[in-house]
């Protein structure tokens, strides 16, 4: 081996927590750039990505199946710009309920167990598919397996069921009220049913109540805006007999759903991102940089054996690199690893195909951090090899006191401390810019946390608002669903929704009768009753989702963003996205209509709404009945006493609905997909970036330690102990801990109060108050003690190091 | 600044002490030695012999691989490392060759630290650190920081510092080596003056002038085994 070789392999295995301290360093940064860069470019128009990878529909047709013949439909193929198409599969939309089933955990964290027998899963549009694979929508399999036999049923990633495997549904409004067991979940990213069974399965499913439709799915040359799928319908219905076509579905509306729930992560995510790759290139540099300056002394004693200023730098860089190339290795695999659980919610979330991180950031990444390394050991290092040998070996040794240094010690000797307290506060002035570099990591540590907890907090604030809109633990539903009634959006993020034709009228329990059954049932605290309605709204292009409230719904009313809740009639409540687009301010007069009749409201506040289009107005049931709409609740939230079961009232309540009709079952949890997978990306990227500071922390106090080793030898000799050493060693970084949080504390709040507005523009919402000021007074204070635990952490490992150096071998270190 | 140690019983006792590394010979090989209060030992030999190692055990900065070392009464080979420390505070004190003075604190200071260690208040610590420096003549420096002050005055400043705690041993590792011949000679007379004070001492030296001038008794140390053992005229 060279003289060079020799150098260099003494540098790596001499200083062995160095040399982990580089590699954890590269691994961490590394690992922290690849999972933020990759979920960047993941979330780069997810749904666009997803969608050409499954060859998705542009139109999901639905066709009357007494109306048109297979054959015609298979035609439709070869229509004007058609470019692929598949089906015609059998659709069926069935009513079914649980079936008393032993599943396993399915995913979003349902847990494995039995589900009860007779709970109502709402309206399911099955379709009849041989398999996964065809030349339009071409499905995911997220679990399981695909349907092969009669009785098994594959189901959404997104439909309304509970996504578990073993679920047992039972069907029945089916011939036979057969049951199907769930086999497999799979993803359309385009949603064109909520479950698949196997073509014969779908025919026998059908009806005279649930007639068989047929589904052809269609790709068109020509498809990028909303007028070009209207005309590609208009021509769709023109090439099959009239009536035949009962619905479509495009797929730029369930982009625009997809698209929202994307913005408004990318700019949290920018904002760890910047985050995380500042603090890697922040502590690379420290860490590097820190090591060859270190070694000064040596690359003095180097010089003065014979190497060249050349061979040093090259010694050196050669030192920094090894170990951190393997980080950066390692730091590539784990960065796409952890990534795995991340982009996995953040496919339910976006509802696409399988993300992944694109090869170009595994490439990019890992060279732009060798490249920093390299950087990081040079600038030391040529500055070294420029030096004199004799005077790099002066340099080298330990730090000369500064006057700095010295007028701190002064002023600490006489603070009424213990001595090895007073010993380390001073510590710090002796290394300035070493400090400052340490407090720059802690400071980084220190927003990230900060940052991290009041995003956390206004996410669960928003969820906590979606909780508000359908509230209670119970829902009583006045209304049962006959045939081929007006079907809306379904599915927890919006799913198909369908134009078709009213066939018959929906069977309605009297809402008086349920509200009185619901008064009379030992049990409840409170409830209202909710109707809805799409109305013309003044100021408003398209029909408007309009809710009526019935009762008091003052105990959970939407968040607020300004104004108030509904507390009288004449009232209206727009979502603030209506309220931008309509024009209209809080105390203006809006007029509802239905039809040739309308009523002026007063806007009395706006709220924030998540749903469906985020255009939506609120008001109370006398409006309704104003413009002629029937005005009686057709579901009743229903919040329960303390201590009432809902099991027990649900099984006092249901007998008293039976003879006058309505249905009430458990309110499902509304828990948020895209919620639960920013909580997940919060933690993970916080947890990572505190982590790397802590690093640079742990390797500031390792080179401290070894600059002061003789030091630390006169005072062991002197009467250190063991624990006072510890202390003096965490005494000198709890200082820059805690005046870093001092300062990162309010730069995160910032950062928070920065994104967050951004996060709500993206899906067209203002966020109420109560959702950005999330942080008080006492957090402050924690928050700014974290800044000191990440300094304390980081010294902990080092500090026991110094305290068992041996005093001998310390004293006798130059 | 009187010491009073009047008693025949030892203060240090070393039975059979070894101390081995892992490579080449033991640096001491079965040696036992016994100080009594007030001597002044001086320990001379070549390099390598084992001088600073039999310091480092008698100052608990090491332990033997074999073999007792006693101080006092205390077993100082089986001590804890926190409990080595206290040791240290309590009844050593250490004067180096090269002073192992504090740079970033003053001279005061650097005298105040064995006892601010072992948590004496700073009002009663200042008053015993004054006197000390008074009695050495080097109080004027009080203020000043121990580059500004000549090898002698340096070496004094650790003399001060070792004595802070009122040891019951004071022990010198080569506390001339690094100074000149006028400043070694100030050395070599305060050092006479202490243990004509009652103060046991035990130098580590190759000063041989030293080592008349101020040893009550000569030990020769050779490949880690005493060689001479003598009582020597001290003044």
């Known amino acids: ?38 979920l960047l470019v993941a979330s780069n128009a997810p749904f666009d990505h997803a969608f050409a990878e499954q060859r998705g529909p542009h139109l999901t047709a639905l066709f009357d199946g007494s109306k048109v013949t297979p054959t015609q439909l298979d035609a439709t193929t070869h229509g004007h710009g058609v470019t692929a198409a598949a089906g015609p599969y059998p659709v069926v939309t069935i009513h079914p309920e649980t079936a008393g089933s032993i599943h396993s955990a399915g995913d979003k964290g349902i847990p494995g167990g039995v589900l009860p027998s007779g709970i109502m899963l709402g309206p399911l549009t099955i379709a009849g598919r041989a398999s996964t694979g065809g030349a339009v929508d071409d499905l995911t399999m997220v679990h399981g397996r695909w349907a092969t036999k009669p009785d098994e049923i594959v189901i959404a990633s997104d439909s309304s069921l509970p996504p578990a495997l073993g679920l047992h549904i039972k069907a029945t409004d089916a011939p036979g009220s057969p049951t199907l067991t769930v086999v497999g979940i799979a993803r359309s990213v385009a949603k064109t049913a909520d479950a698949w069974v196997t073509p014969d399965e779908a025919r026998a499913l059908a009806s005279a109540e649930n007639p068989l439709e047929f589904q052809m799915l269609y790709r068109f040359s020509y498809a990028k805006t909303d007028a070009g799928i209207s005309a590609d319908r208009r021509v769709l219905a023109a090439d099959v007999p009239p009536g035949a076509l009962t619905g479509t579905q495009s797929y730029l509306a369930t982009k625009k759903v997809a698209d929202a729930n994307t913005a408004a992560f990318v700019p949290f995510i920018a904002a760890f991102g910047v985050l995380g790759l500042v603090l890697a290139v922040l502590i690379i540099g420290i860490v590097v940089s820190g090591a060859v300056g270190a070694a000064i ?40 690893l952890l990534a795995i659980p991340v982009l996995h919610g953040a496919e339910s979330t976006y509802g696409t195909a399988s993300l992944a991180i694109p090869l170009w950031v595994n490439v990019s990444v890992p060279l732009l951090a060798a490249v920093l390394v390299a950087i990081a050991a040079v600038v030391p290092a040529l500055r070294a090899g420029r030096l004199r040998a004799a005077e790099a070996i002066t340099l080298g040794g330990a730090p000369k006191a500064n006057t700095h240094g010295r007028r701190m010690q002064r002023l600490a000797s006489r603070l009424p401390l213990p001595r090895a307290i007073s010993l380390g506060l001073a510590n710090p002035l002796a290394r300035p810019a070493r400090s400052a570099a340490t407090g720059g990591a802690v400071l980084f540590g220190a927003i990230a946390m900060t940052f991290a907890f009041g995003l956390t907090s206004t996410l669960n604030n928003v969820q906590h608002g979606r909780d508000l809109d359908s509230s209670g633990q119970v829902v009583v539903r006045t209304e049962s669903f006959g045939p081929n009634v007006p079907r809306k959006a379904s599915g927890p993020q919006g799913g198909p929704t369908f134009i078709s034709t009213p066939q018959s009228a929906p069977i309605k329990a009297d809402p008086n009768a349920v509200a009185a059954a619901i008064t009379a049932q030992p049990g409840t605290r409170a409830y209202y009753g909710t109707t809805d309605a799409s109305l013309a709204v003044s100021g408003l292009s398209s029909s408007t989702d309009a809710i009526a409230y019935q009762g008091d719904s003052s105990w959970a009313t939407h968040q607020m963003i300004e104004g108030h809740w509904l507390t009288g009639k004449g009232q209206v409540v727009l979502s603030s996205l209506a309220l931008q687009s309509s024009g209209a301010s809080i105390g203006d007069e809006i007029t509802v209509s239905n039809g040739s009749r309308s009523a002026q409201l007063k806007v009395v506040g706006e709220v924030f709404d998540l749903h469906d289009s985020g255009i939506a107005v609120f008001t109370d049931t006398s409006a309704f009945s104003a413009i002629g709409l029937t005005a ?110 001092v300062v990162g504390v309010p730069l995160g709040v910032a950062l928070h109060h920065y994104v967050v507005p951004i996060m709500g523009h993206t899906v067209a919402t203002k966020l109420p108050s109560v959702d950005v000021a999330v942080y008080h007074a006492p957090m402050l204070v924690a928050l700014v003690f974290a800044g000191l635990v990440i300094a304390v952490a980081g010294a902990l490992l080092p500090a026991g190091w110094a305290a068992k150096i041996r005093t001998a071998t310390a004293l006798r270190t130059e | 600044m009187t010491v009073n140690r009047t008693t025949t019983a030892t203060l240090i006792e070393l039975d059979c002490v070894t101390k081995a590394y892992t490579e080449g010979p033991p640096a001491l090989a079965g ?77 005061l200071d650097n005298v105040l630290l064995p006892a601010q260690l072992a948590g004496m208040a700073r009002a009663k610590a200042t008053a015993r650190g004054n006197e000390l420096l008074a009695y050495l003549g080097i109080d004027r420096h009080a203020a000043a920081y121990p580059g500004r002050l000549s090898g002698g005055e340096r070496q004094r400043v650790a003399v001060a510092r070792a004595l802070m705690n009122r040891p019951a041993l004071l022990l010198a590792d080569e506390p001339t ?59």
């Open chain 2, 177 to 235: 080596g690094a100074l000149d011949t006028a400043s070694g000679a100030d050395v070599r007379q305060l050092l006479t003056d202490l243990n004509a004070d009652g103060q046991t001492i035990v130098l580590v030296t190759h000063d041989v002038a030293l080592a008349e001038a101020c040893a009550t008794r000569t030990v020769e140390l050779r490949d880690g085994h005493i060689v001479r053992d003598d009582a020597a005229v001290a003044r």
């Open chain 2, 31 to 107: 040696l036992s030695l016994g100080v009594r209060p007030g001597e002044a030992v001086a320990v001379l030999g070549p390099s390598g012999s084992g001088k600073s190692t039999l310091l480092n055990l008698i100052a608990g900065l090491d332990k033997p691989t074999a073999g007792s070392v006693i101080v006092d009464g205390l077993r100082i080979d089986q001590l804890s490392e926190a409990a080595s420390a206290k040791y240290r505070r309590a009844r050593v004190g250490m004067v180096f060759q090269f002073f192992n003075l504090l740079d970033d604190l003053t001279v």
């Open chain 1, 632 to 741: 009686g609740a057709d579901e009743f939230y229903v919040s329960l006493k303390s201590g009432t079961s809902v099991a027990g009232y649900l099984a006092g309540l249901k007998p008293a609905l039976l003879s006058i009709g309505g249905e009430a079952d458990p309110n499902p949890e509304n828990k948020s997909d895209v919620i639960e997978t920013m909580d997940a990306l919060i933690a993970t990227l916080t947890i990572m970036l505190v982590a790397v500071a802590g690093l640079g922390v742990l390797n500031a106090v390792v080179l401290e330690t070894r600059d002061r080793t003789h030091d630390l030898g006169v005072l062991k000799s002197l009467g250190m102990t063991p624990r006072q050493t510890i202390t003096s060693v965490i005494t000198s970084v709890a200082g820059i801990g805690l005046l870093a949080g």
């Open chain 1, 1 to 38: 081996m060279s003289a060079l070789g020799r150098v260099v392999r003494g540098g790596v295995t001499r200083r062995k927590v160095q040399t982990l301290v580089m590699a954890l360093t590269a691994l961490l940064a590394v690992t922290a750039s690849v999972m933020a860069a990759g």
């Open chain 1, 297 to 336: 002394r040596r690359i003095g004693v180097l010089k003065a054996l014979g190497f060249t200023p050349a061979q040093v730098v090259r010694a050196y860089v050669a030192q920094a690199l090894l170990p951190a190339l393997i980080g950066i290795a390692l730091g590539v695999l784990f960065g796409n």
